[in-house]
């Protein structure tokens, strides 16, 4: 699996009753206006903080968590990263070597984390690393060993499992430490993390032959389905659905393409149904002419059912830009704004950020 596509569903991952803490680390060469090295920190779909080589601090990124940590957590934070840097900026060099390269844009990735599930108290953890956007070696968990699916990271493996100290402590963060460090931050932020903000639907459409999109966004979780009916039945045939995207304010966006005859268009048939999670009714919109807004004259909203709000008012797609992989993990949770500093303290008690003698992201890796 291509890291590029695992990075953006991993972020994007959280849905209704599971949450996430992860981590994301990135070592590149060759990218002279690109830092060599950069983290990021992630609750459920919600960027935490932020590290790179140019920097050399750890920055917080979640206003709810100001008002629950104190100045020690960061500076923690910012000692942990900066372990981290040389050792993964050597991993890269080691891995350029055993690969036959000398020159061009390379990258080494960790992603890792895990997943509490709060109905029932099931939880996970998984540590990936990538080489140059493909997979190279990720952590069986269960059988408390290393999996490596290319040649070049069997060196790694065997060193790695070898090592029983590593195992063991891998074991404990990821059953213990990770898992009560992700119980506390959904408290910290539930405001936020657990809110629910319902969809604004718009019925689009390039030209009369273009497919019909309905287009959702706005809405918060990102657990969603959107999909079309037609005579009450979901329709699978000449659909078309599109991912789920980050909007500048936290909340999200999807859309699904359904290409229908004209005169389809004003038959009564079919309808576009938008589900939250969160939310018991559905939010429907009716596939009617009047309401489809177009590139050929017509731009009115349409309505996104009995108590949905108003459509969101633009003229036309809103459309999600294509990303560098070099440049995903640092700014794909990074362009969220939050509500003032001081509505976000409100209600939180400081957090002893020493109960275990370490940060959440306190995992460190050996080299490759």
Not at 275 to 301: A, I, P, W
Request: charged share 20%; with cysteine; glycine share 8%.
């Amino acid at each position: 699996m291509k890291w590029i596509v695992l990075l953006l569903l991993e972020i994007c991952g959280a849905y209704a009753g599971t949450h996430k803490l992860q981590y994301f680390y990135t070592a590149t060469s060759g990218t002279p206006n690109f830092p060599e090295f950069v983290t990021v920190g992630v609750v459920n779909d919600q960027q935490i903080d932020y590290y790179d080589s140019n920097i050399k601090r750890a920055v917080q990124k979640a206003q709810w968590i100001s008002g629950a940590v104190d100045a020690d957590y960061w500076n923690t934070n910012t000692q942990i990263y900066a372990g981290n840097e040389p050792s993964f900026k050597a991993s890269l060099g080691i891995l350029k070597s055993r690969f036959n390269q000398t020159e061009g844009v390379h990258t080494y990735q960790r992603m890792y984390g895990c997943e509490w599930d709060e109905e029932t108290g099931a939880t996970d953890g998984y540590d990936q690393f990538g080489y140059d956007g493909e997979d190279f070696i990720s952590l069986d968990l269960k059988n408390l060993r290393y999996i490596a699916p290319v040649q070049q990271a069997f060196i790694t493996k065997h060193k790695w499992d070898q090592n029983r100290a590593l195992l063991e402590n891998q074991k404990h963060y990821y059953t213990q430490i990770c898992i009560d460090w992700l119980k506390k931050y959904v408290d910290y932020g539930k405001s936020t993390l657990k809110r629910t903000v319902p969809p604004s639907v718009s019925l689009l459409q390039k030209s009369p032959s273009s497919p019909v999109t309905c287009h959702a966004t706005g809405f918060y979780p990102r657990s969603n389905m959107v999909f079309w009916r037609r005579d009450g039945e979901q329709v699978y045939e000449d659909v078309e659905h599109g991912e789920v995207l980050h909007n500048e304010d936290g909340t999200f966006q999807n859309s699904v393409h359904l290409t229908v005859k004209p005169e389809d268009l004003d038959s009564g048939r079919y309808e576009c149904v938008v589900q939250l999670s969160g939310v018991q009714e559905d939010f429907v919109t009716k596939l009617e002419r009047s309401v489809v807004k177009t590139n050929h004259g017509n731009t009115r909203r349409t309505n996104p059912g009995a108590d949905g709000p108003e459509g969101s008012g633009s003229s036309g797609f809103i459309i999600g830009a294509v990303v560098g992989v070099l440049l995903l993990v640092a700014i794909v949770c990074g362009v969220v704004i939050w509500k003032k500093k001081k509505d976000a303290k409100k209600g939180f008690a400081q957090a002893n950020t020493s109960d275990d003698g370490s940060n959440s992201s306190n995992n460190t890796p050996p080299k490759a």
